[in-house]
Every structure is written in C-alpha cells, then in structure tokens.
C-alpha cells in the first residue's frame, strides 16, 4: 500500500530534469533509483527510521525548504576494489499533502561537488518556480 506519492515537476521551459538526469543513469543506478521510490512511497513515517539509515534529508540554510532523496551504486574495479557513486534526487516534500515533488538529481562527488556542477542551485530555481506556480507537475510513474 503507498502512503507517499511522487511527482516530477515539468519547469517552465517545459522540460522535465529529474527525467534528463535519470537518463543519465546507468541501468542498476535507475533500478536502485526506482527501488527507493518505491520503498519510500510504501514508508508511512520517514522520520520513524534511525537518523543514520534515513534515505533522506531536509536540506538547510540556502537549500531550505528542499529535500534530498540518497542512494548509491557499488561497482568492482579491476582492482578487486570497490568504487562508491553517491546520487541524490532532490525534490520537494510536502508532508501534509503526502506527497514529495521530485525537481532534479545529482551525483554527489564529496569535495569535489556535484554532477552536474550546479545541481543544487538549479533545484534552487527550480523551487522558486514551482512556489511561484510556473510550469507543472506529473505524476511520477512508480515501477
């Protein structure tokens, strides 16, 4: 049974971002992406989970009012190492509506930043659009 719905916000320029930067997966990051969705839409309380497993994260100062949705892909080197990719959806989570507004995503790549470059800056703008009613939302299809 779902609790949550999700939808990806259609910008003002008529573009969907979290769909553009979901093509950019590989196909295990999408599915993992996919799974967590699901998870989520089915977690009545997503505060009920210790702080340290959350898979989400209500973003401050600058970035309040976003929140970030957190996954990652394991991947073998040739090495016999394992490389680690952090992602993040970023969105917004409308707690009385049961709803979370997915605007774009990321790769978190520590000191390094993110990729794409500004994702969290254009989630900004993106938000402020989204506030100001610009543009629209879908319903995001849960696989």
């Not at 799974?35 to 100062?61: G, N």
């Not at 016999?80 to 709803?99: L, N, S």
């Amino acid at each position: 049974m779902a609790f949550w719905r999700f939808f990806d916000y259609i910008a003002e320029d008529n573009k969907n971002h979290l769909s553009i930067w979901y093509g950019t997966l590989e196909r295990d990051e999408q599915v993992t992406f996919d799974l967590l969705v699901r998870q989520l839409a089915e977690t009545e309380d997503w505060d009920a989970t210790k702080r340290s497993r959350r898979k989400h994260k209500e973003l401050a100062f600058e970035d309040m009012g976003l929140t970030q949705l957190m996954f990652e892909s394991l991947r073998p080197t040739t090495f016999g190492r394992v490389f680690r990719k952090q992602f993040r959806a970023i969105g917004i989570w409308q707690k009385e509506e049961w709803q979370f507004v997915f605007l774009n995503g990321c790769q978190k790549r520590g000191f390094l930043g993110t990729t794409p470059p500004d994702a969290f800056e254009h989630a900004r703008r993106l938000r402020a659009q989204f506030e100001a009613k610009r543009g629209n939302i879908n319903e995001h299809k849960i696989i």
